[in-house]
C-alpha cells in the first residue's frame, strides 16, 4: 500500500487569498487524484492528474481555480484560487493503487474567512 | 448517472451490539462496490469491495457487506462492534473498466459510526 503525506493538514485563510495544499506519496504512481469533501457532503472528484501532462477536470470545477501541477510520479500540488467561504472544505488527494483500490491522504481542512 | 445514499447520517450503537450500515446505489449499468473508512484524523481506508464472483465480501476486522442486485444495496454489517470501530463509513460505487483505479469513484455522503461503551 501507499503512503500519502498532505501539507498543509489545516489552513485559516482570507477571503481572496489563495492556498497551495501537497500531495506526497512515499512510491512511484501515474494517476493522482484530488477531491473536495464539503461540510456534511460527500467526497467529489476535482481532477485527475498524471505526470507530464496536464490535469483532467471534472464538470463544475476549472483550471483558473483549481490549478494542478503534477511534476513528478510521487508529488502533486492542488491551489485553490482567489477563495471564498464556499471553498472551505477538506481537500484529499489519492493514488491509483492498483488492483480497483485507491490510497487517500489525511486531507487538508481549510476554512476560509 | 450513477448515485449513492447512505440513508444514516449517524448510527451509535453500544459495544458488543450489532450495526448495519445500509448504502443503495442507482445506476443503469454494472458497478463496482466499495466500503471505505475514516478513522478521526485519517484518511480514507479501503474496507471491502465488490468486483464480481461472490455477493458477500469480508474485511480483515470482522465487517461483511452483501451485494443485491435486485435491491441495488451493498449494506455493510458486523455482528458485534468494537469501541474502535467508531469512525465514519463511505460507500462508493464505479463503472470504470478497472473499479476505482480510474478515478470515477462516486461517494455517498458517508455514516459516522459511534460505539460507546
Known amino acids: 500500500s501507499a503512503v500519502i503525506s498532505q501539507k498543509p493538514s489545516r489552513d485559516i485563510c482570507q477571503r481572496g487569498t489563495s492556498l497551495t495544499i501537497q500531495c506526497q506519496v512515499d512510491?512511484?504512481?501515474?494517476?493522482m487524484f484530488w477531491y473536495r469533501q464539503q461540510p456534511g457532503q460527500s467526497l467529489t472528484l476535482i481532477a485527475t492528474?498524471?505526470?507530464?501532462?496536464?490535469?483532467?477536470?471534472e464538470s463544475g470545477f476549472v483550471i483558473d481555480k483549481f490549478p494542478i501541477s503534477r511534476p513528478n510520479l510521487t508529488f502533486s500540488t492542488l491551489t485553490v484560487s482567489n477563495m471564498s467561504p464556499e471553498d472551505s472544505s477538506i481537500y484529499l488527494c489519492?493514488?491509483?493503487?492498483?488492483?480497483?483500490?485507491?490510497?487517500f491522504g489525511p486531507g487538508t481542512r481549510l476554512t476560509v474567512l | 448517472a450513477q448515485s449513492v445514499t447512505q440513508l444514516d447520517s449517524q448510527v451509535p450503537v453500544f459495544e458488543e451490539a450489532p450495526v448495519e450500515l445500509r448504502c443503495n446505489y442507482s445506476?443503469?449499468?454494472?458497478?463496482?462496490l466499495f466500503w471505505y473508512v475514516q478513522y478521526p484524523n485519517q484518511g480514507l481506508q479501503l474496507l471491502l469491495k465488490?468486483?464480481?464472483?461472490?455477493?458477500l465480501v469480508e474485511s480483515i476486522n470482522g465487517f461483511e457487506a452483501e451485494f443485491n442486485k435486485s435491491q441495488t444495496s451493498f449494506h455493510l454489517r458486523k455482528p458485534s462492534v468494537h469501541i474502535s470501530d467508531t469512525a465514519e463509513y463511505f460507500c462508493?460505487?464505479?463503472?470504470?473498466?478497472?473499479?476505482?483505479?480510474?478515478?470515477?469513484?462516486?461517494f455517498g455522503k458517508g455514516t459516522k459510526l459511534s460505539v460507546k461503551p
Open positions: 512510491s512511484q504512481v501515474t494517476m
Open positions: 489519492s493514488v491509483d493503487g492498483g488492483y480497483n483500490e485507491q490510497f
Open positions: 465488490y468486483l464480481s464472483g461472490s455477493t
Open positions: 445506476s443503469s449499468v454494472s458497478v463496482y
Open positions: 492528474a498524471n505526470q507530464g501532462s496536464e490535469a483532467t477536470y
Open positions: 462508493a460505487v464505479s463503472v470504470g473498466n478497472y473499479g476505482g483505479s480510474q478515478g470515477n469513484l462516486i
